[in-house]
């Protein structure tokens, strides 16, 4: 079994950058593969970026790349989401996800566990 906690979101600027948390519980984090994905008032969940057990292999969005950022500290059980330049399209609330797969896949029925999520809006 893995928890997940999701930290970091809030209110920022268009333009503004954020940096989102999400700590795993349970020994068998470091084999996961991690997820993050999003979901505004009225749309479906999304997926934002993604990565393989060790980080080694990250995929993206196409409405995020260049833009976000994921990476893993296994050694913390804690998986980051770099927000940079974000936009009015970017808000929503952010979750993180564990796959009991190491290797990374983008639906989200896939992911076996979710955090609670975390707000992020961006102001115009």
């Known amino acids: 079994q893995v928890q997940l906690v999701e930290s970091g979101g809030g209110l920022v600027q268009a333009g503004g950058s954020l940096r989102l948390s999400c700590a795993a519980s349970g020994r068998t984090f470091s084999v996961y593969a991690m997820g993050w994905f999003r979901q505004a008032p009225g749309k479906e969940r999304e997926f934002v970026a993604g990565m393989n057990w060790n980080g080694g292999i990250t995929y993206y969005a196409d409405s995020v790349k260049g833009r976000f950022t994921i990476s893993r500290d296994n050694a913390k059980n804690t998986v980051y989401l770099r927000m940079i330049s974000l936009n009015p399209e970017d808000t929503a609330v952010y979750y993180c996800?564990?796959?009991?797969?190491?290797?990374?896949?983008?639906?989200?029925?896939?992911?076996?566990?979710w955090g609670q999520g975390t707000q992020v809006t961006v102001s115009s």
């Open positions: 996800a564990a796959d009991r797969e190491s290797v990374f896949r983008r639906e989200p029925k896939n992911y076996d566990y």
